[in-house]
């Protein structure tokens, strides 16, 4: 099957700095990728789509300026969390559509980044 | 807006049982609905997917079900191992992909 990778792991920094997340498709195009959040014991929530050569979608709610969203090509999206504060502690995972038609294939999950900030 | 439920939150069984879990949506108008697998700390695998014209999808010990009607899908666990515990999500896909909150299932060896 197709497969995300997702970098780092797990990333530990201080009140004030920015992280940037990584998410590829390894051995597929994808020109479209989303970027979820998720607190613990609760569900997924989207937080933006990705789309390759145009400005990512952002759900109601989300910062833009605060979550930076960069679909550099057909298999690289990055998630930059800009001036993160403790509160954007979370775990934050991609992921991208199979193939074809984005909202009638197999959703493929990275890993997920659990971003802690002092 | 769509809303998806699972229930139940949480289920611990004995190895070797068979277990159903439940997902529920408000909104029929899906595309189709997917069950994922999340271990702790971990990305989403996918388990099955069930286009909106299917009733139901088999893979090994797995069978989901879905009803758009009802707004009902269920996962089907045979014979459960205690591989198998981990956070089983479902997601029905509209416009977006949404998300339930997960049934949390443990199986005692």
């Known amino acids: 099957g197709a497969v995300v990778s997702q970098h780092p792991s797990r990333v530990i920094c201080k009140s004030g700095t920015s992280v940037k997340i990584e998410c590829r498709s390894l051995?597929?195009?994808?020109?479209?990728m989303f970027w979820y959040r998720q607190f613990p014991k609760q569900s997924l929530m989207l937080m933006a789509t990705?789309?390759?050569?145009?400005?990512?979608?952002?759900e109601q709610g989300v910062e833009k300026d605060k979550f930076l969203i960069n679909h550099a090509s057909l298999t690289l999206s990055t998630l930059t969390v800009t001036s993160a504060h403790p509160e954007d502690s979370s775990f934050y995972i991609c992921?991208?559509?199979?193939?074809?038609?984005?909202?009638?294939?197999?959703?493929?999950f990275g890993s997920g980044t659990q971003l802690s900030v002092l | 807006k769509q809303e998806v439920t699972q229930i139940p939150a949480a289920l611990s069984v004995p190895e070797g049982e068979n277990l159903v879990l439940n997902c529920s949506f408000t909104?029929?108008?899906?595309?189709?609905l997917q069950w994922f697998r999340q271990d702790p700390g971990k990305g989403l695998t996918s388990l099955l997917l069930?286009?909106?014209?299917?009733r139901e999808q088999t893979s090994g010990r797995l069978n989901a079900s879905l009803d758009k009607s009802s707004g009902r899908s269920t996962l089907y666990i045979a014979a459960s191992q205690p591989g198998d515990s981990a956070t089983y999500l479902c997601?029905?896909?509209?416009?977006?992909?949404?998300f339930g909150t997960g049934t949390s299932l443990t199986v005692i060896p």
């Open positions: 992921s991208a559509p199979g193939q074809g038609d984005a909202t009638n294939e197999k959703l493929f």
């Open positions: 051995d597929f195009q994808a020109t479209t």
């Open positions: 990705s789309n390759e050569g145009s400005k990512a979608t952002y």
């Open positions: 909104d029929s108008a899906i595309y189709n």
């Open positions: 069930i286009q909106s014209s299917q």
């Open positions: 997601a029905a896909t509209g416009n977006q992909f949404y």
